[in-house]
Structure formats: structure tokens, C-alpha cells
């Protein structure tokens, strides 16, 4: 057990909608990353938060959309889902990435749209 | 971005044999880190590198840190069943501490 806990395990949902992943990360690390992975794809980086600030952010869609809150915990809001969004998506944390590179990876929430 | 090339794509050994895969970078990296994933779960961190020519070990596991600073290397010895996953190469891309990237992965497979 990796300490980081994401929620939902599993998501179904439709073409349009909007849904919302939630992660908590470690207890002490202050950066949550967010990944997607697609089917037998490696992980693509989407955006990352520390300490509530937007630090980076990779391939991520205008769609989708994420915060971190002042208890740390973050969201990933995804809207007008697409089929091809359909993946499993990590949330991974660390303590400070300036000095601690190590990052820990949560169970995944898998999306699938329909 | 940043590529990171991960070989072979995929092994296929018999149980109690070694193992070797290597990653490869356009761009120096200052941190290399060796994450398995089981099916779907959450990548684990297995090794951390942060030095240049840096050697280190987890049980069965030994990565190093190779000296060009572009490339890395884990080998798994006497293999058994449960290393079977995927094995992602991983670090920030040189001094932007705030972008990751993972490599490809190598999946490997091992056979009682």
C-alpha cells in the first residue's frame, strides 16, 4: 500500500458527460501528479499541483481540468468525455519534487466511456 | 517532449534466469527512477537513482546510473514468477524537477 488513495476504483460512463476523480496523497507530501494511462500504453503525464498551486502540465486536454485543495487532496474533473478518454487514470504524489523526485503511485481509477 | 526508449519491448524467460533492459534519453537526466506495474495497478517504485555512474540494489534488483547521464539500466537476477509486469523507466526532465516522464516499458514475462 502506497498510502496515496484514489476514488472511484471503477467509473462508467457515457459519451458527454462529466466526471470527477478525487486523490489523496501520502500523508506529508505537499505534490500530486496526475497520469493517464490508455490500454497497453505507458503512463503520459497530464498536470501536477504542490502545496495547491498548478506547478506543471503536460498532455493535458482543455476538457479536462484538476485542482488541489488546501487539505491537499486533488480532483481531476474530465468533461465531454469522448470514447477515446477511456483509460486508467493515476494519481501519484511526492514530498517536494524540488528535492524529492520519488514519486508514489495510487491503486488508479478506471474510466471507461460508453 | 521528452522521449524516453525503453528495450526490449517485451522478454520472454524461463524462471531462475537473469535479466537486462536499459533506457535511453535525447536529454540528460539528473534523477533515473525503475517503477513495475502489475496489471491494473499502480506503478511501484523499485529503485531510485540520483548519481552519475550511481549502482544500486533492491534484493534481486541492481540498476545503475550511467555516466552520459542519458541512459540507465536494471537487471533482475534468478527470476521468478511474480516479477512478471511491466518495468517503466521514469525521471524529470534535466533540471525542470516539475515534468516526469516515463519510459515505454518492457514487459516482462516469465515462465515456471
Known amino acids: 500500500d502506497s498510502g496515496v488513495t484514489q476514488t472511484p476504483k471503477h467509473l462508467i460512463t457515457a459519451t458527454g458527460q462529466r466526471v470527477t476523480l478525487r486523490c489523496s496523497p501520502r500523508s506529508g507530501d505537499l505534490s500530486v501528479y496526475w497520469y493517464q494511462q490508455s490500454l497497453d500504453q505507458g503512463l503520459q503525464f497530464l498536470i501536477q499541483y504542490y502545496n495547491g498551486e498548478e506547478r506543471a502540465k503536460g498532455n493535458i486536454l482543455e476538457r479536462f481540468s484538476a485542482q488541489q485543495f488546501p487539505d491537499l487532496h486533488s480532483e481531476l474533473n474530465l468533461s465531454s468525455l469522448e470514447l477515446g478518454d477511456s483509460a486508467l487514470y493515476f494519481c501519484?504524489?511526492?514530498?517536494?519534487?524540488?528535492?524529492?523526485?520519488?514519486?508514489?503511485f495510487g491503486p488508479g481509477t478506471r474510466l471507461t466511456v460508453t | 517532449g521528452q522521449q524516453l526508449n525503453q528495450s526490449p519491448q517485451s522478454m520472454f524467460i524461463q524462471e531462475g534466469e537473469d535479466v537486462s533492459m536499459n533506457c535511453t534519453s535525447s536529454?540528460?537526466?539528473?534523477?533515473w527512477l525503475w517503477y513495475k506495474q502489475d496489471p491494473g495497478e499502480g506503478p511501484v517504485l523499485l529503485i531510485a537513482?540520483?548519481?552519475?555512474?550511481e549502482l544500486t540494489s533492491n534484493g534481486r534488483l541492481t540498476a545503475q546510473f550511467g555516466i552520459t547521464r542519458k541512459d540507465s539500466f536494471l537487471n533482475i537476477s534468478a527470476s521468478i514468477p511474480s516479477d512478471v509486469g511491466i518495468y517503466f523507466c521514469?525521471?524529470?526532465?534535466?533540471?525542470?524537477?516539475?515534468?516526469?516522464?516515463f519510459g515505454s516499458g518492457t514487459k516482462l514475462n516469465v515462465k515456471p
Open positions: 537513482l540520483y548519481k552519475a555512474g
Open positions: 501519484a504524489s511526492s514530498v517536494n519534487p524540488g528535492q524529492d523526485y520519488e514519486q508514489y
Open positions: 521514469a525521471g524529470p526532465e534535466g533540471d525542470n524537477f516539475n515534468k516526469f516522464y
Open positions: 536529454s540528460i537526466f539528473n534523477t
